[in-house]
Protein backbone atom coordinates (compact mmCIF):
# COMPACT_ATOMS: atom_id res chain seq x y z
CA UNK A 1 0.00 0.00 0.00
CA UNK A 2 1.08 3.77 -0.20
CA UNK A 3 0.18 6.96 1.29
CA UNK A 4 -1.51 9.41 -0.32
CA UNK A 5 -2.86 13.17 0.16
CA UNK A 6 -5.01 14.92 -1.95
CA UNK A 7 -4.55 18.48 -2.65
CA UNK A 8 -6.36 21.24 -4.68
CA UNK A 9 -9.72 21.34 -3.49
CA UNK A 10 -11.87 24.28 -2.94
CA UNK A 11 -14.45 26.96 -3.72
CA UNK A 12 -15.69 27.92 -7.04
CA UNK A 13 -18.28 29.00 -9.21
CA UNK A 14 -20.18 27.13 -11.60
CA UNK A 15 -18.87 27.36 -14.77
CA UNK A 16 -15.20 27.37 -13.34
CA UNK A 17 -12.03 24.70 -12.69
CA UNK A 18 -10.10 23.52 -10.60
CA UNK A 19 -7.40 20.61 -10.38
CA UNK A 20 -7.02 18.22 -7.86
CA UNK A 21 -3.87 16.35 -7.52
CA UNK A 22 -2.99 12.96 -4.84
CA UNK A 23 0.57 12.94 -3.50
CA UNK A 24 1.69 9.48 -2.64
CA UNK A 25 4.41 8.89 -0.01
CA UNK A 26 6.17 5.54 0.77
CA UNK A 27 5.96 4.25 -2.25
CA UNK A 28 6.33 4.77 -5.91
CA UNK A 29 2.78 4.46 -7.96
CA UNK A 30 4.45 3.78 -10.99
CA UNK A 31 2.65 0.31 -11.10
CA UNK A 32 -0.93 1.87 -9.57
CA UNK A 33 -3.98 2.25 -11.21
CA UNK A 34 -5.53 5.37 -9.76
CA UNK A 35 -8.78 6.51 -9.14
CA UNK A 36 -11.26 9.31 -8.16
CA UNK A 37 -14.27 9.15 -6.24
CA UNK A 38 -16.44 11.37 -4.77
CA UNK A 39 -19.15 11.70 -1.66
CA UNK A 40 -21.62 14.67 -1.32
CA UNK A 41 -23.44 14.84 2.07
CA UNK A 42 -26.01 11.58 2.77
CA UNK A 43 -24.84 9.65 -0.20
CA UNK A 44 -22.72 6.62 -1.28
CA UNK A 45 -19.32 7.48 -2.56
CA UNK A 46 -19.25 6.83 -6.26
CA UNK A 47 -16.41 6.72 -8.65
CA UNK A 48 -15.51 9.93 -10.99
CA UNK A 49 -12.69 8.36 -12.95
CA UNK A 50 -9.66 5.55 -13.03
CA UNK A 51 -6.48 5.41 -15.08
CA UNK A 52 -4.36 2.19 -15.47
CA UNK A 53 -1.22 1.91 -14.04
CA UNK A 54 0.65 2.71 -17.90
CA UNK A 55 -1.73 5.95 -18.21
CA UNK A 56 -2.68 3.86 -21.34
CA UNK A 57 -6.41 3.57 -20.48
CA UNK A 58 -9.03 5.83 -18.79
CA UNK A 59 -12.77 5.77 -17.94
CA UNK A 60 -15.18 8.61 -16.80
CA UNK A 61 -18.44 8.59 -15.02
CA UNK A 62 -20.83 9.72 -17.67
CA UNK A 63 -21.66 12.99 -15.17
CA UNK A 64 -18.57 14.04 -15.60
CA UNK A 65 -17.08 12.41 -19.45
CA UNK A 66 -16.06 15.69 -21.56
CA UNK A 67 -15.44 17.65 -18.74
CA UNK A 68 -12.93 15.94 -16.02
CA UNK A 69 -9.10 14.42 -17.20
CA UNK A 70 -7.61 12.30 -15.11
CA UNK A 71 -3.44 12.01 -15.45
CA UNK A 72 -0.87 10.42 -13.30
CA UNK A 73 2.76 11.50 -13.22
CA UNK A 74 4.82 8.81 -12.53
CA UNK A 75 8.24 10.63 -12.00
CA UNK A 76 6.81 13.27 -9.36
CA UNK A 77 4.35 9.89 -7.88
CA UNK A 78 1.23 12.20 -8.13
CA UNK A 79 -1.89 11.58 -9.90
CA UNK A 80 -4.19 13.92 -11.11
CA UNK A 81 -8.40 15.29 -11.68
CA UNK A 82 -8.32 18.52 -14.00
CA UNK A 83 -12.16 19.73 -13.05
CA UNK A 84 -13.80 21.89 -16.26
CA UNK A 85 -17.19 23.23 -16.81
CA UNK A 86 -17.49 22.48 -12.68
CA UNK A 87 -21.29 22.30 -11.75
CA UNK A 88 -23.25 22.33 -8.42
CA UNK A 89 -23.90 18.65 -8.74
CA UNK A 90 -19.78 18.15 -8.16
CA UNK A 91 -19.83 19.29 -5.22
CA UNK A 92 -18.49 16.69 -2.99
CA UNK A 93 -15.64 15.25 -1.00
CA UNK A 94 -12.84 14.45 -3.46
CA UNK A 95 -11.30 10.69 -2.67
CA UNK A 96 -8.17 9.27 -4.64
CA UNK A 97 -7.31 5.61 -4.65
CA UNK A 98 -4.76 3.77 -5.51
CA UNK A 99 -4.32 -0.14 -6.34
CA UNK A 100 -1.28 -2.14 -7.76
CA UNK A 101 -3.35 -3.55 -11.20
CA UNK A 102 -0.98 -4.56 -13.60
CA UNK A 103 -4.22 -5.63 -15.62
CA UNK A 104 -7.36 -3.93 -16.13
CA UNK A 105 -9.04 -0.85 -14.55
CA UNK A 106 -10.69 -0.24 -11.25
CA UNK A 107 -13.99 1.51 -11.15
CA UNK A 108 -15.51 -0.06 -7.81
CA UNK A 109 -14.54 0.86 -4.15
CA UNK A 110 -13.67 -2.67 -3.54
CA UNK A 111 -10.62 -2.69 -6.64
CA UNK A 112 -8.54 0.30 -4.23
CA UNK A 113 -6.52 -0.55 -0.98
CA UNK A 114 -5.28 2.90 -0.29
CA UNK A 115 -6.75 6.06 -0.29
CA UNK A 116 -6.32 9.63 0.84
CA UNK A 117 -8.23 11.25 3.59
CA UNK A 118 -10.32 13.40 0.74
CA UNK A 119 -10.53 16.99 -0.24
CA UNK A 120 -13.70 19.33 -0.29
CA UNK A 121 -14.82 20.55 -3.50
CA UNK A 122 -17.72 23.17 -3.04
CA UNK A 123 -19.32 24.71 -6.15
CA UNK A 124 -21.56 27.60 -5.97
CA UNK A 125 -24.31 28.34 -8.42
Known amino acids: QVQLVESGGGLVQAGGSLRLSCASS????????MGWFRQAPGKEREFVAT????????SYSDSVKGRFTISKDNANNTAYLQMNALKPEDSAVYYC??????????????????WGQGTQVTVSS
Open 97 to 114: AAERMPYGLGMRKIDFTS
Open 26 to 33: GGTISRYA
Open 51 to 58: VSWDSRRK
